[in-house]
């Protein structure tokens, strides 16, 4: 199974809760347990300008490459810099490689991606660019598919997607998040909103009948799974106590759901911000494996 990657994802923010070098650091945990060989990844480069447009508005990209500090670009709660816009056109290039792989072989792992927080017109929530929707339009774009879902399992509602896809039938959006939490909710097709100190069992439960739900009502031909490590019981911006164990079997449902479904499915990372960033690798790399053991389970 090929990989999606960028060392240009590790971008040095100074001292900021969002660590971008667990990137680099589950890469290298790939690689060092032998996972996956080097030759196994994919590295991409800046996704192109008229594919971004496929979501966001030119005022807002004019406004990110041109590193202007406006209301469309201040709510990112980064800083903003050619080295990070670049980053994040990267992101959006990976997701689109995670889709094309996921529509040929069936699974498309990409170690980056799911920025759920952007809008068409602001960035917002460590967000620039929404890849998990220039995902989707690409693909759709190019006629490979028609109908897509996003199961989106990060501690906060993915509320860029949710907007972007409103009223449009052809993409299902579910999120199941923390619900007295950021950021101000908006409507997905599904939203599942969980007390403080959910835990396994509960969340695990919910997620399952969710899941079944969207395969029956709406026959994806697509899933862009947002598998955020946040929603960890040591996370420092949550409140939900999901174990490592609990998120292990979270991507199980929704990654070995779909390919019993043969439904095609692009995984992007998300958020994670636990105390101790190697809790994130470790949760981010679980992720990883469980794509890479259903690869070999449903292709042999």
């Known amino acids: 199974m090929k990989v999606i990657y960028s060392d240009k994802y590790d971008v040095n923010i100074g001292t900021h809760v969002f660590s971008m070098e667990k990137y680099r650091l589950v890469k290298e945990r790939l690689v060092n347990t032998q996972f996956v060989k080097e030759q196994d990844f994919i590295y991409p480069q800046e996704a192109q300008t008229q594919d971004i447009a496929l979501v966001h508005t030119k005022a807002y990209i004019d406004d990110m490459t041109h590193l202007r500090w406006t209301q469309r670009t201040v709510r990112s709660e980064l800083p903003l810099s050619s080295e990070i816009v670049s980053a994040y056109f990267i992101h959006a290039q990976g997701t689109i490689l995670a889709c094309n ?16 927080h952007a809008f068409a017109d602001h960035g917002e929530g460590f967000c620039y660019v929404n890849d998990v929707a220039v995902g989707i339009k690409k693909m759709q774009a190019m006629k490979f598919i028609e109908r897509a879902a996003v199961i989106d399992c990060d501690l906060h509602q993915g ?38 100190g959910t835990g396994d069992v509960e969340y695990l439960k919910k997620l399952q009948d969710a899941v079944e739900t969207i395969f029956s009502s709406h026959k994806p031909q697509l899933i862009v799974y947002v598998a955020g490590a946040d929603p960890f019981q040591m996370d420092q911006l949550g409140a939900l106590r999901l174990t490592k164990e609990g998120l292990k079997k979270r991507d199980e449902i929704v990654i070995k759901r ?43």
């Open 159 to 196: 509320n860029g997607t949710a907007k972007i896809f409103q009223g449009d039938n052809s993409v299902f959006t579910f999120s199941i998040h923390q619900e007295h939490l950021y950021p101000i909710k908006e409507e997905s097709s599904l939203d599942i909103g969980l007390e403080d």
């Open 258 to 300: 779909s390919r019993e479904q043969k439904i095609p499915i692009a995984v992007t990372l998300a958020g994670g911000y636990a105390f101790d960033v190697n809790d994130t690798v470790d949760i981010h790399f679980n992720t990883s494996k469980v794509c890479l053991e259903m690869t070999k389970i449903y292709d042999n």
């Open 101 to 116: 792989e996921a529509i040929k072989t069936g699974i498309g792992l990409h170690l980056g991606g799911g920025f759920h």
